[in-house]
């Protein structure tokens, strides 16, 4: 694993591609390159890009915007390891607590996070515009 760059981008977008139904655009993962509260990171197999996620941190919070490993690697527990990761270095910048938002439907997401003490707290309504499915807003309180 290593924070993730410009230079990614391109593999990345595979990941996201194979992984949502509404892929992130270029111009979108461009501008979280940009974002000086934007921290990626990028899950390399043999110089191959197999997974990535990433998140902001503001003040004391951060907020998981997407994690996502290729198909073919899933059930590895490679999202753990990039949890984990995001959890080390939100508390190594000061956050105490973490949220984020995950398709109702999308049972094993909701298992991993909370493996990592994240509870559901609310819904967002039709947050997922293709498919007008509701979001959980996930929350855990003390990163420790």
Known sequence: MRRMNEIDID????????????????????????????????????????????????????????????????????GEKLMSALIEHAKARGALSMTLEVRESNTVAQGLYSKFGFISRGIRRNYYSETHEDALIMWCDTLA
């Open 11 to 78: 593999k990345v977008l595979t990941v996201e591609e194979q992984s949502f139904t509404v892929p992130w655009s270029r111009a979108g993962f461009v501008g979280e390159m940009r974002n000086e509260l934007a921290y990626y990171l990028v899950m390399i197999d043999e110089d191959k890009i197999i997974g990535y996620a990433g998140m902001w941190i503001i003040v004391d919070e951060a907020h998981v915007t997407n994690v996502a490993i290729l198909p073919k690697y899933r059930g590895k527990q490679l």
